[in-house]
């Protein structure tokens, strides 16, 4: 590594319950094509590694409902060093319902909420009778994305000035919307699973540079990018059923 470069530190927050869907698979992917970054996994009883490090980039996974409710009880005494961190261009990547912890609040189907840490004014609700499942399809500055959705709950407000990427086929954040996700400079949250990342390589080196790994490198990228071909071409299909 070159020392004159400054270190790059990933953080996992809270594998132990974040980790619905595969979506672990993402920072093991990750860990791959970065060698030369540090990944470190903090569980809900550590002190975040953000609040005394500068790390790089933070990622969350999909977890259970209730454990949503511990994510934000762990996370709401440093909401103003998370505003602070994404202010400065701090890479997030929050999959499947974690950016609902981001979110105002979470509502529930008799109409009590959870109160979110509100660094987005959206919310989101649930319905734990019906579980939402698709396939989506989107592009995010040029890249065409894959992947999965399969939850209990969607996000509502306008996101029109803050969406992480537009659905070809799909929905975004709710049933009605075209709009996936959330994004502020470097945060991004999205409902699609699959793991993202694995499905997704193109928008892997894009993260990776945002990282400011310089020319990066795909790990087995022979394999990667042809199953990400092959699947692309599967999803354009007007005649596969989302």
């Given at each position: 590594m070159?020392?004159s470069?400054?270190p790059?530190?990933v953080?996992s927050l809270?594998p132990?319950?974040a980790?619905?869907?595969?979506?672990?698979?993402?920072?093991?992917?990750?860990?791959e094509?970065?060698a030369?970054?540090?990944?470190?996994?903090?569980?809900l009883t550590?002190?975040?590694?953000?609040?005394?490090r500068?790390?790089?980039?933070i990622?969350m996974g999909?977890?259970?409902?209730s454990?949503?409710a511990?994510a934000i009880d762990?996370?709401?005494?440093?909401k103003e060093k998370?505003?602070?961190?994404?202010g400065?261009?701090?890479?997030?990547?929050?999959?499947?319902?974690?950016?609902e912890v981001f979110?105002?609040?979470?509502e529930n189907?008799?109409?009590s909420r959870v109160?979110g840490l509100?660094?987005f004014p959206q919310h989101?609700?649930?319905d734990m009778?019906?579980?939402?499942?698709?396939?989506?399809?989107?592009?995010y500055?040029?890249?065409?994305?894959?992947?999965?959705?399969a939850q209990?709950?969607?996000t509502?407000?306008?996101n029109?000035?803050q969406?992480?990427?537009?659905v070809?086929?799909?929905?975004?954040?709710?049933?009605?919307?075209?709009?996936?996700?959330?994004?502020e400079?470097?945060f991004?949250?999205?409902?699609?699973?699959?793991?993202f990342?694995?499905l997704?390589?193109?928008?892997?080196?894009y993260?990776?540079?945002?990282?400011?790994i310089?020319?990066?490198?795909l790990?087995h990228e022979?394999?990667?990018?042809a199953?990400?071909r092959?699947?692309?071409?599967?999803?354009?299909n007007?005649?596969l059923?989302?």
């Amino acid at each position: 590594m070159d020392k004159s470069k400054k270190p790059i530190i990933v953080e996992s927050l809270f594998p132990e319950i974040a980790n619905l869907f595969g979506d672990r698979m993402n920072i093991h992917y990750l860990k791959e094509c970065a060698a030369e970054a540090e990944f470190i996994d903090t569980s809900l009883t550590d002190p975040p590694v953000f609040l005394s490090r500068e790390v790089s980039m933070i990622y969350m996974g999909p977890m259970t409902e209730s454990q949503q409710a511990l994510a934000i009880d762990a996370l709401k005494p440093h909401k103003e060093k998370l505003v602070e961190l994404i202010g400065r261009g701090c890479v997030f990547l929050l999959t499947g319902n974690a950016m609902e912890v981001f979110e105002a609040y979470i509502e529930n189907e008799d109409g009590s909420r959870v109160e979110g840490l509100g660094i987005f004014p959206q919310h989101a609700k649930r319905d734990m009778l019906h579980r939402y499942n698709s396939l989506i399809l989107g592009e995010y500055e040029g890249i065409r994305l894959v992947g999965f959705k399969a939850q209990f709950s969607h996000t509502y407000g306008d996101n029109s000035g803050q969406y992480f990427y537009k659905v070809i086929r799909g929905c975004g954040i709710h049933p009605s919307s075209m709009l996936e996700g959330l994004k502020e400079n470097h945060f991004f949250g999205t409902y699609t699973v699959g793991p993202f990342l694995l499905l997704n390589p193109l928008f892997v080196k894009y993260l990776l540079s945002l990282l400011g790994i310089e020319k990066p490198v795909l790990a087995h990228e022979e394999t990667i990018m042809a199953s990400y071909r092959k699947r692309l071409a599967e999803f354009e299909n007007e005649k596969l059923k989302y």
